[in-house]
């Protein structure tokens, strides 16, 4: 409950919305190709990959902080429940505390005298600071949510990068962005328990379905 290093940034079920996110973006630039002449000159795709690129780094730069901003709310959270616990007025004012922070099944479950000797432990423990920091890890979290972000919607740019003819590239753009977001799917599924493939092949759709609206609004 004291202060301590926030939790894994590489959760699957909170970064499969980046994946998505930045794979629309990719492909809204992507496909502005196809819809443009049909004989796309490497100026065009220079410009298209410039722009790909830039707009996934600036939202992994956006990722990273917005994370940055989360690690002292959630450390706020845990500092605000152990002032409560330390200034309950008796010991089971102090055991309500604890069973507020377990799930409502868990909570259902134990009884005083299995959180009497956790509080007691509790009451052990060495005070935590006033108010929440970021600590190596917060930032070395931010790092990796970036590098997250960049890294997992860089695939589908590289044919362009690679090969010359702009049609083809596209084939093998697309097929690589269909790959990534059924991935993507597969994983939010197995960690939801959902059908990791029903889940995949929805994936697919949806993204395939928000690209289309992104595009069809001009973005």
Same mark, same amino acid.
């Given at each position: ?6 939790? #894994?940034? /590489? ?15 990719? +492909? ?13 000159? #490497? ?24 994370? /940055?901003?989360?690690? $002292? ?10 002032r409560a616990f330390k ?15 377990? %799930? %409502? ?8 005298g299995d959180l009497e000797?956790? #509080? ?7 005070? %935590?600071?006033?108010? $929440? ?6 930032? /070395? ?17 590289? $044919? ?16 690589i962005a269909i790959a +990534? +977001? ?27 379905? /928000? ?5 069809? +609004?001009?973005?």
């Amino acid at each position: 409950m004291p202060e301590q290093s926030s939790k #894994r940034f /590489l959760e699957t079920s909170e970064r499969v919305s980046e994946v998505l996110f930045g794979l629309i973006m990719v +492909l809204t630039f992507t496909g502005s190709l196809s819809v443009s002449e049909a004989q796309a000159d #490497r100026s065009e795709v220079r410009t298209m990959l410039i722009g790909a690129l830039g707009c996934n780094i600036a939202w992994g730069v956006i990722d990273g902080i917005l994370y /940055l901003m989360g690690c $002292p709310a959630e450390k706020g959270n845990r500092l605000r429940a152990w002032r409560a616990f330390k200034k309950a007025s008796a010991p089971e004012a102090a055991q309500q505390v604890l069973v507020e922070l377990l %799930p %409502p099944k868990m909570a259902e479950l134990v009884s005083a005298g299995d959180l009497e000797p956790v #509080r007691k432990k509790l009451l052990l423990l060495p005070e %935590p600071p006033r108010r $929440p920091s970021l600590g190596k890890d917060e930032w /070395l979290g931010a790092v990796g949510v970036f590098f997250w972000v960049f890294i997992t919607t860089f695939p589908v740019a590289i $044919p362009f990068i690679f090969m010359h003819d702009v049609h083809q590239a596209m084939r093998v753009s697309n097929g690589i962005a269909i790959a +990534l +977001l059924f991935v993507t799917g597969y994983s939010f599924g197995r960690c939801s328990e959902y059908h990791p493939w029903l889940t995949g092949i929805a994936m697919v759709l949806l993204g395939s379905a /928000l690209v289309g609206l992104t595009m069809a +609004l001009g973005g």
